[in-house]
Antibody, heavy 120, light 105 residues
Framework: VQLVESGGGVVQPGRSLNLSCAASGFTFSRSGMHWVRQAPGKGLEWVAVISHDGNEKFYGDSVKGRITISRDNSKNTLFLEMNSLRSDDTAVYYC??????????????WGQGTLVTVSA | YALTQPLSVSVALGQTARITCEGNNIGSKNVYWCRQRPGQAPVLFMYREINRPSGDPERFSGSKSGNTATLTITRAQAGDEADYYCHVWDSSTVVFGGGTKVTVL
């Protein structure tokens, strides 16, 4: 399993940013996928999950309404669209493959993350 | 839903460490544990409290009852130093505990 996140960087408050996660080494179209973030020096915060076919999406309370998770199974790629960014969105964003342990959605295999810094 | 973990746990080399994870009626949920070594991404290594992905040492065990889940590390080694996070799936969200930093003395 290999997951490579990209798209991080420095962005001004209120702006938008799109993250990508390129997947390989497994059947992407059969796996649910997560985004999890970690602010500098802090713990893990779950962001969102999308089912294998994109029909189910769930979001964490702190990002609901500002973030959209999506996927392109033809390109083995996961996306995270982030809008109205705030300073407290500053974090390393990890994508992770789902464990497949129904009915639970749980991150299993993680990428190395991409850093998003929200700063003027 | 919230999960509470101690900020830190210290254990002598070769001894046993226990990390608790408290949450309302957590005994009725599936509990998962991941480990994050410094500068690395997290790794899931305990799911449904007792199962471990192949290749993990059997020094790690999990249990749960009532409002507390516990991760036990026996014969602690220097390589066990890391942050440990419990988590559950609740109300269509993944809830992480705040994490426990394990130090091996």
């Amino acid at each position: 399993v290999q997951l490579v996140e990209s798209g991080g960087g420095v962005v001004q408050p209120g702006r938008s940013l799109n993250l990508s996660c390129a997947a390989s080494g497994f059947t992407f179209s059969r796996s649910g996928m997560h985004w999890v973030r970690q602010a500098p020096g802090k713990g893990l915060e779950w962001v969102a999950v999308i089912s294998h076919d994109g029909n189910e999406k769930f979001y964490g309370d702190s990002v609901k309404g500002r973030i959209t998770i999506s996927r392109d199974n033809s390109k083995n790629t996961l996306f995270l669209e982030m809008n109205s960014l705030r300073s407290d969105d500053t974090a390393v964003y990890y994508c992770a493959r789902d464990l497949w342990d129904p009915p639970d959605y749980i991150p299993e295999s993680w990428g190395q993350g991409t850093l998003v810094t929200v700063s003027a | 839903y919230a999960l509470t973990q101690p900020l830190s746990v210290s254990v002598a080399l070769g001894q046993t460490a226990r990390i608790t994870c408290e949450g309302n009626n957590i005994g009725s949920k599936n509990v998962y544990w991941c480990r994050q070594r410094p500068g690395q991404a997290p790794v899931l290594f305990m799911y449904r409290e007792i199962n471990r992905p192949s290749g993990d040492p059997e020094r790690f065990s999990g249990s749960k009852s009532g409002n507390t889940a516990t991760l036990t590390i026996t014969r602690a080694q220097a390589g066990d130093e890391a942050d440990y996070y419990c988590h559950v799936w609740d109300s269509s969200t993944v809830v992480f505990g705040g994490g426990t930093k394990v130090t091996v003395l």
